[in-house]
């Protein structure tokens, strides 16, 4: 290769390391926000579900420089949501082990519940009730409903991606859509009633 | 599904997940970037580490994966290594890493990583069609922090030397 054309190539080297950096953060900034919606309802607190999110987006990161990432980009979404859950549960029997060998069992449940795990949802009105009433009320569904909803509705994904990604049907998938998404309503209703909405 | 349940659907829809926070973001993106570190390699082999989004054509590669205290070791042997002296740098930066949270199972953990690069101008080159080219000298040092249990600390350098050439046009 001529001199001139190799230096050219140093150039472009440069140039590239900076746009291909950026088009992560690119990539993120429109993923981001929904994944890490998935990691707080799959934890139990705001700091777990960034390492569990980024420990899944360090495992994709990995396969896709290693080139042993199987699928296309379009793939990612899924594993990521498969990866995190699988994070959330280690995580959450680490989080049990370690809690049953401490002597202070009750203070240290305490700390985890007063743990800022920061808002679900934008606020989309002034007052921001109506945002912190849905994150309350999904909070309070069982998770297996909960989990399903969020990928549904803010992941956009079918139910066939739910279902393996959470290792069931497509069926048992959709169904515990329905009753989740019914057992939110009463909640919310009731929440409307008591004039919190 | 009844259309009550279609509506709050819909009214669900409306509410939107909050954004990433920049901190966030960007440990994010830096642990993207610096996988292997979380894999417990060396720091040299990390050093300026960018896994490049991939586009319709990957490169497939495949690199060991260190146990961390193989690591260390391995970095604690290139302790000492100075960086050469004799020429005055000309531009200084200094890019703070800042800490690395993703590695907390190994003996001895990264509290710290810095890395400090120095360019210098080594002078002009040619070519044989006479084109001229500036040559450009860069040191990278790479530092690490790392601490064990109790008092137990591990601090590490190590230089990288790289020359690049640009072409000169008047």
């Known amino acids: ?197 | 599904m009844d259309s009550e349940l279609k509506q709050l659907e819909e009214e669900l829809r409306g509410f939107a997940p909050s954004p990433m926070s920049g901190d966030v973001l960007a440990r994010m993106v830096e642990a993207m970037d610096r996988w292997e570190e979380a894999e417990g390699e060396t720091v040299e082999e990390t050093s300026g580490k960018v896994v490049p989004f991939p586009r319709e054509e990957k490169s497939s590669s495949w690199r060991p994966m260190w146990a961390a205290a193989a690591a260390v070791a391995v970095l604690g042997a290139a302790m000492g290594v100075l960086l050469p002296e004799g020429e005055s740098p000309q531009v200084t930066a200094m890019s703070n890493l800042g800490p690395v949270p993703v590695l907390r199972q190994a003996s001895l953990v990264p509290v710290n990583v810095q890395r400090k690069v120095r360019s210098m101008d080594a002078g002009m080159v040619s070519n044989k069609d006479g084109m001229e080219y500036q040559l450009i000298r860069v040191v990278r040092q790479e530092e690490a922090d790392f601490k064990g249990g109790g008092d137990v600390g591990l601090k590490i350098s190590r230089p990288k030397v790289d020359y690049y050439v640009v072409p000169v046009s008047y």
């Open chain 1, 1 to 197: 290769m001529p001199d001139d054309e190799s230096n050219n190539v140093i150039a472009a080297k440069a140039q590239d390391v900076g746009a291909l950096t950026l088009d992560w953060q690119g990539w993120l900034r429109v993923n981001g926000p929904r994944l890490l919606l998935f990691a707080r309802q799959q934890t139990r607190n705001g700091q777990d579900a960034e390492d569990a999110l980024q420990d899944a987006l360090v495992k994709l990161a990995k396969k896709v420089d290693e080139g042993t990432f199987v699928g296309g980009q379009e793939a990612w979404m899924p594993f990521l949501y498969t990866q995190i859950r699988r994070e959330a549960i280690d995580r959450g029997r680490k989080d049990d082990r370690r809690r049953k060998r401490e002597e202070h069992v009750v203070e240290d449940a305490k700390g985890l519940e007063t743990t800022e795990s920061g808002n679900w949802f934008l606020d989309s009105n002034a007052d921001g009730e109506q945002a912190e009433l849905v994150e309350q009320a999904l909070k309070e569904l069982p998770p297996k409903f909960s989990e399903v909803i969020v990928m549904k509705i803010w992941g956009d994904r079918t139910f066939d991606d739910i279902g393996k990604a959470l290792g069931i049907s497509l069926h048992t998938a959709a169904s515990r859509y329905r009753y989740g998404l019914d057992a939110l309503r009463k909640k919310l209703a009731a929440a409307r009633i008591r004039g919190d909405i």
